[in-house]
């Protein structure tokens, strides 16, 4: 796995009212600090990134829906670079995946219906001097397929 990528598998509390699953804890082992929270709603199909972060770390998982997260490592001093992870979080897999600052990421939603991603980043959103840094999401320099890989 890219360096400093973390995953944290999520524990779904079942019982005939419903279900409550906690997402981030300040004593989780990969936590940082809490910078805020938002929810990125996307139709089936949209593909958001690639974007990368210099300052601040991302959580992502999808508390509704499916989604494809591919990570990309282009920190040249790290051990990992060039390496490429991929992640499927949603409904089906409830897990939450800590992207470190210069990691290249993006998400594409995979289900039929909109997803809802949340994100805890470690900084709060400046507008004035958002830490947002982007590549076409079709760039040839990133070896990922954004289709649906059939077998
Ligand atoms: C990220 C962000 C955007 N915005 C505003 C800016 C703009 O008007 C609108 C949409 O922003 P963007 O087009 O940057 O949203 P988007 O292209 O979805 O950007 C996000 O993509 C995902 C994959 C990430 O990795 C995030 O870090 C972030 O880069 O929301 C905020 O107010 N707060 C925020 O924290």
Redesign the pocket.
Known sequence: MIHGVEVKRLITHVDERGALTELIRRDDPFFEQFG?C?V?VSYPGVI??W?Y?KK?T?YFTCVKGMIKVPLYDIREDSPTYGELNEFFIGDDNRIVVK?PAGVL???KNIGHEPCY?L?F?TEP?N?DD?D?YRIPWNSPDIPYNWDIQFK
């Open positions: 805020q938002y990125s958001r990134g974007h972060h601040q991302d992207i990421h993006g998400f991603l994100n980043p959103y507008p958002p947002e």
